[in-house]
């Protein structure tokens, strides 16, 4: 079984990090997960540095759950309520 391990938005913001996380899931290192609320944030974080980015990032959405179907995963408040997000 492969290990699940969340991606949280600052990781998917920068396309360097994005593109080396996204490859070592490809690789089948890890099963990587995110919320709906992580890729909000990523595409708030995205469309703060142009349309275009936030377009990007919409697109790159589609492309990483259309990639890995089982990675959106529900938030839950027994999770979430331990941080104060989105964190600066």
Not at 5 to 12: H, L, M, Y
Not at 38 to 48: D, K, M, P, Q, S
Request: charged content about 20%.
């Amino acid at each position: 079984m492969t290990d699940r391990i969340v991606i949280d938005a600052c990781v998917f913001v920068s396309a360097t990090q994005r593109v080396l996380t996204v490859g070592a899931a490809r690789a089948g290192l890890f099963q990587p997960v995110w919320s709906a609320r992580i890729f909000e944030e990523w595409t708030r974080a995205a469309g703060r540095q142009g349309h275009a980015l936030k377009a990007e990032a919409r697109t790159d959405q589609a492309l990483l759950t259309s990639a890995f179907p089982n990675g959106c995963v529900p938030a839950t408040e027994a999770y979430t309520g331990r941080f104060h997000l989105p964190d600066p």
